[in-house]
């Protein structure tokens, strides 16, 4: 860029754990512009992430599909009003927001087709999305190439007011207490490991010596399945207490963080714990959480497939097991088996507490290796 621009609308309209992923490139442009104004743009209620994050101005939230009002209400709020728009997403919805907000505009594009043409036209520089190949920080940061800024890769969690306070007053006993974190829930059914075995893995963990906190969202279903698992396992559950700006102070107090595909195992990451992501159909080397020393990769630190697991810093990542009449199929990259987000993972539900305890012994047992495993 021929020089530093005034105002900047980073444009991460997508979930919770995606807006996580794109604090490295909101650092890098933080460190490169300076005085700027940095505005992001997020889903409602998907801007948790960016609580107390010192490197963005306004977080500006509009629905995920406004009535006229909202857009109405968003069009007077970015019409013109920066020197340049950066989107992380290739979807029509973005690119529209990134020309409202600005005549400069950067982002990711979905392909080198002709429907994707006016996407390309539109951008001052832009680089090709990978769902595959290329983890998701390293896609976001691909755009500070084309700023030509140098990239930060670390991944910035958000942080609360008076977070160790709330902590304190939320979790009994001394404060420091050995304790594991779980995370058991996640929103979709094909990502979910069975109460069977984080029950299994609560008993080992207690047989440990840990005291074990279940934390969660506020969803309904959530929550129930979080107090079930508490009562059978005598684990101290603080589901749909805590805000994700809190979270990082209960995090940064275990040995111990256990949690499936979902935005709260790659907050752990980031935080520095030792952390066991259960993955079954999702793929690591575009998902996999990034690790607390990002700095020392430059692509992602994953493989398709590790066995018996594979780790990258402060990470192990645990794939499923595989079901013996399916062939090679973890990870097969589909919302599981029958193909939908509410259908189950046989490699999830099928896997026993076994493999995902010997993980958990390794990363109790050398919680700061940096070399794969």
Known sequence: MTRAPRSVLLITTRQIGDVLLTTPLLRSMRRAFADAVIDVLVYTDKGGMLEGN???????????????????????????????????????????????????????????????????????????????????????????DLLGIKKCYQVVPPEGLDADSQIDSALPGPRG????????????????????????????????????????????????????????????????????????????????????????????????????????????VKWGPWPANGDSYEKSPYRMLGRPWQRAGNVIVLQGVQPPDLGRCVPCLGEGCDRHKRSASRCLTEMPADPVTAAAQELLANPAATSPH
């Open 177 to 284: 207490a050995h304790c594991a974190v779980l995370h058991p829930f996640p929103m979709w059914h094909y990502k979910r490991w069975t109460q069977e075995g984080w029950t299994d893995l609560i008993r080992w963990l207690h047989d440990k010596g840990l005291r074990v906190v279940l934390s969660g969202g506020p969803d309904a279903e959530e929550k129930a399945f979080c107090e079930a698992l508490a009562k059978r396992s005598d684990a101290f559950d603080l589901t749909g207490k805590l805000s994700f700006g809190i979270l990082p102070a209960l995090y940064r107090r275990a040995r111990l963080f256990v949690g499936p595909d979902t935005s709260a195992t790659h907050l752990a990451a980031a935080c520095g714990v030792p952390t066991l992501a259960i993955y079954g159909p999702t793929n690591p």
């Open 54 to 144: 010192p490197d963005r101005n306004e977080v500006i939230a509009v629905d995920e599909h406004p009535d006229r009002r909202g857009y109405a209400r968003l069009f007077r709020r970015i019409f013109r009003r920066y020197e340049l728009a950066v989107t992380t997403q290739a979807n029509d919805r973005s690119h529209l927001y990134a020309w409202l907000a600005s005549a400069r505009r950067v982002g990711l594009v979905p392909d080198m087709r002709w429907s994707s043409a006016w996407k390309r036209a539109s951008c001052e520089a832009f680089a090709l999305l990978d769902n595959v190949h290329t983890h998701t920080v390293v896609q976001n940061l691909r755009i500070a």
